[in-house]
C-alpha cells in the first residue's frame, strides 16, 4: 500500500519591507500552505502575492491565523476567551478567503499558528473555539492540529476532518507536545536530523521525545517552518526522503459535508 502524507510550511510571515523566509524556493517543494493573514504577520499585498505563488506552484492554500502579537510574531500566549478566539479565527479566515477568491482559488485548510497553536494543543475549549469558528465558515475545510491532541477532537466533535501534523524540525516532550521554545534545545538545528526524523514519522508514526522514550504519532502532515534559516534545503531534501521511502507527497483530499437530515 502507497503511503501519502502532506508536506506544509507556515509561509506569507514578512510584513511591509521586512522580509521573512524563501516562500518561492519553499512553495516549490511542499504541498500545502499556510498563509498568515496580517495579524501576527504578514499584510495585504503579502496575502495577494502568497497566494498567487501557491498557485503557480499548484499548493494548497491554507489560513494560518494568529495571535495579535507582531513584535512577538504570535508566539506569545495571551489570556483570551474562546469568543475572542472564534472571532480573531473568523476575521483572518475571511481576510485570505477573499484574496483566494480574487485569485481564482478557495482555502483547503486552517491552521493555528505559534501561541495560539500550543494554547489549542493544551485547552480544549480554545480548541473548540478554533474548530467552531472553522465550522461555521466552511465545514469542507480542513483543520490541522498537532497529532494526538484536543485540536483533532475538537474537530472531530464539530464535525470537521482533522489532519494530525508532526514537526521533523522540532524536539517533543514526553506527553507528545513540543518543547517550547523558551527552550534551548527546542530546535532541530541538523537538516540530515531533521530529514531522518520526518521519514520516520511519515513511515513509522513514531518519534524519539526529548528524554529518549519513543512516542507514537498518527501524522497526515508534516510541517516546515518557513521563517527558519535553511527552510527552503530543509523542504526540498526533506520531499526527496520521504518519495524515496516510498512515500507520495500530496496535499489531503478535499473534506466533504453533508448537511444534517432533520425528521
Same mark, same amino acid.
Not at 524540525?169 to 531522518?196: C, F, K, M, Q
Not at 526524523?197 to 502532515?221: K, Y
Given at each position: 500500500?502507497?503511503?501519502?502524507?502532506?508536506?506544509?510550511?507556515?509561509?506569507?510571515?514578512?510584513?511591509?519591507?521586512?522580509?521573512?523566509?524563501?516562500?518561492?524556493?519553499?512553495?516549490?517543494?511542499?504541498?500545502?500552505?499556510?498563509?498568515?493573514?496580517?495579524?501576527?504577520?504578514?499584510?495585504?499585498?503579502?496575502?495577494?502575492?502568497?497566494?498567487?505563488?501557491?498557485?503557480?506552484?499548484?499548493?494548497?492554500?491554507?489560513?494560518?491565523?494568529?495571535?495579535?502579537?507582531?513584535?512577538?510574531?504570535?508566539?506569545?500566549?495571551?489570556?483570551?476567551?474562546?469568543?475572542?478566539?472564534?472571532?480573531?479565527?473568523?476575521?483572518?479566515?475571511?481576510?485570505?478567503?477573499?484574496?483566494?477568491?480574487?485569485?481564482?482559488?478557495?482555502?483547503?485548510?486552517?491552521?493555528?499558528? *505559534? %501561541?495560539?497553536?500550543?494554547? $489549542? &494543543?493544551?485547552? /480544549? +475549549?480554545?480548541?473548540?473555539?478554533?474548530?467552531? =469558528?472553522?465550522?461555521?465558515?466552511?465545514?469542507?475545510?480542513?483543520?490541522?492540529?498537532?497529532?494526538?491532541?484536543?485540536?483533532?477532537?475538537?474537530?472531530?466533535?464539530?464535525?470537521?476532518?482533522?489532519?494530525?501534523?508532526?514537526?521533523?524540525?522540532?524536539?517533543?516532550?514526553?506527553?507528545?507536545?513540543?518543547?517550547?521554545?523558551?527552550?534551548?534545545?527546542?530546535?532541530?538545528?541538523?537538516?540530515?536530523?531533521?530529514?531522518?526524523?520526518?521519514?520516520?514519522?511519515?513511515?513509522?508514526?513514531?518519534?524519539?521525545?526529548?528524554?529518549?522514550?519513543?512516542?507514537?504519532?498518527?501524522?497526515?502532515?508534516?510541517?516546515?517552518?518557513?521563517?527558519?534559516?535553511?527552510?527552503?534545503?530543509?523542504?526540498?531534501?526533506?520531499?526527496?526522503?520521504?518519495? *524515496? %521511502?516510498?512515500?507520495?507527497? $500530496? &496535499?489531503?483530499? /478535499? +473534506?466533504?459535508?453533508?448537511?444534517?437530515?432533520? =425528521?
Amino acid at each position: 500500500m502507497t503511503r501519502v502524507i502532506d508536506l506544509n510550511s507556515d509561509v506569507g510571515e514578512r510584513f511591509g519591507p521586512w522580509p521573512m523566509g524563501d516562500d518561492y524556493r519553499v512553495l516549490r517543494s511542499v504541498s500545502s500552505a499556510n498563509v498568515a493573514c496580517g495579524v501576527h504577520a504578514g499584510d495585504a499585498a503579502t496575502m495577494r502575492e502568497t497566494v498567487r505563488l501557491a498557485a503557480l506552484h499548484d499548493v494548497a492554500l491554507g489560513a494560518h491565523p494568529g495571535l495579535p502579537d507582531l513584535q512577538g510574531f504570535g508566539r506569545r500566549a495571551m489570556a483570551l476567551s474562546p469568543t475572542e478566539v472564534a472571532d480573531l479565527v473568523t476575521y483572518q479566515i475571511g481576510a485570505l478567503a477573499a484574496f483566494a477568491t480574487v485569485a481564482g482559488r478557495r482555502l483547503a485548510h486552517v491552521k493555528a499558528h *505559534g %501561541a495560539l497553536y500550543n494554547m $489549542a &494543543a493544551r485547552d /480544549p +475549549a480554545i480548541a473548540l473555539a478554533i474548530a467552531g =469558528a472553522v465550522y461555521a465558515l466552511d465545514p469542507t475545510l480542513l483543520l490541522f492540529g498537532l497529532a494526538g491532541s484536543p485540536m483533532l477532537d475538537a474537530a472531530e466533535s464539530v464535525g470537521l476532518r482533522g489532519i494530525g501534523e508532526a514537526f521533523p524540525d522540532r524536539h517533543y516532550l514526553a506527553d507528545g507536545t513540543l518543547v517550547p521554545r523558551t527552550h534551548p534545545d527546542a530546535l532541530v538545528h541538523d537538516v540530515e536530523e531533521a530529514v531522518a526524523r520526518g521519514v520516520r514519522m511519515a513511515t513509522e508514526g513514531m518519534v524519539r521525545t526529548q528524554d529518549g522514550s519513543e512516542i507514537a504519532i498518527r501524522v497526515g502532515t508534516l510541517c516546515i517552518h518557513g521563517d527558519a534559516p535553511g527552510a527552503a534545503e530543509l523542504a526540498a531534501r526533506l520531499r526527496e526522503a520521504l518519495e *524515496g %521511502a516510498g512515500v507520495t507527497v $500530496a &496535499a489531503p483530499g /478535499p +473534506a466533504t459535508f453533508e448537511p444534517p437530515v432533520f =425528521a
